[in-house]
T-cell receptor, first 116, second 113 residues
Framework: AQTVTQSQPEMSVQEAETVTLSCTYDTSESDYYLFWYKQPPSRQMILVIRQEAYKQQNATENRFSVNFQKAAKSFSLKISDSQLGDAAMYFCAYRRAQGGSEKLVFGKGTKLTVNP | IAGITQAPTSQILAAGRRMTLRCTQDMRHNAMYWYRQDLGLGLRLIHYSNTAGTTGKGEVPDGYSVSRANTDDFPLTLASAVPSQTSVYFC????????????FGEGSRLTVL
């Protein structure tokens, strides 16, 4: 079974600085998708960024970028120029691309605090 | 605004009572899901449905049931609630089961006493 591990239960960063959240996953599949979701105190789950495993280029969305290392099964999220509004729980998630696995598997989350 | 609507937003329930959490989407997505979120455990899949008329079990299905009579609705029922079912429940949907991201509702906080 696929598993997703977020080894940092909590992280903190100074406003305007850069922070990297770690995520590793375990799978025997070659084709899959990886996601980072943000959950602010409002409880809403918000998609931050998505990566297709067949793409070598790392995904980027404004201040958010990933470092996707397929061989190492690592998928870290870098937040640049951190803002107070970035404070939230961040969840890494995995999904198979083929073959009837219909679920998104989540890590346990990393709570990010942004200090002014 | 299109999206997923969950109800109720919050509920306190006595153990042993029956409870149905409602979920409706207006995006015409094929697949729908129920997750529960618990502190330190992340989100875990309870049940899912790839299309109307079909359902499947997720990681933690015991004590829960679902139905998918049509594309838009995917209710989650606790037949006899127990305190360990105290959690925040999220309904989600996606266009395709294996390629798309999930779109989430705002969650339902359930407390079982």
């Amino acid at each position: 079974a696929q598993t997703v591990t977020q080894s940092q239960p909590e992280m903190s960063v100074q406003e305007a600085e850069t922070v990297t959240l770690s995520c590793t996953y375990d799978t025997s599949e070659s084709d899959y998708y990886l996601f980072w979701y943000k959950q602010p105190p409002s409880r809403q789950m918000i998609l931050v960024i998505r990566q297709e495993a067949y793409k070598q280029q790392n995904a980027t969305e404004n201040r958010f970028s990933v470092n996707f290392q397929k061989a190492a099964k690592s998928f870290s999220l870098k937040i640049s120029d951190s803002q107070l509004g970035d404070a939230a729980m961040y969840f890494c998630a995995y999904r198979r691309a083929q073959g009837g696995s219909e679920k998104l598997v989540f890590g346990k989350g990393t709570k990010l605090t942004v200090n002014p | 605004i299109a999206g997923i609507t969950q109800a109720p937003t919050s509920q306190i329930l006595a153990a042993g009572r029956r409870m149905t959490l409602r979920c409706t989407q207006d995006m015409r997505h094929n697949a729908m899901y129920w997750y529960r979120q618990d502190l330190g455990l992340g989100l875990r899949l309870i049940h899912y449905s790839n299309t109307a008329g079909t359902t499947g079990k997720g990681e933690v299905p015991d004590g829960y049931s679902v139905s998918r009579a049509n594309t838009d609705d995917f209710p989650l029922t606790l037949a006899s609630a127990v305190p360990s079912q105290t959690s925040v429940y999220f309904c989600a949907s996606s266009v395709e089961t294996n390629t798309g991201e999930l779109f989430f509702g705002e969650g339902s906080r359930l407390t079982v006493l």
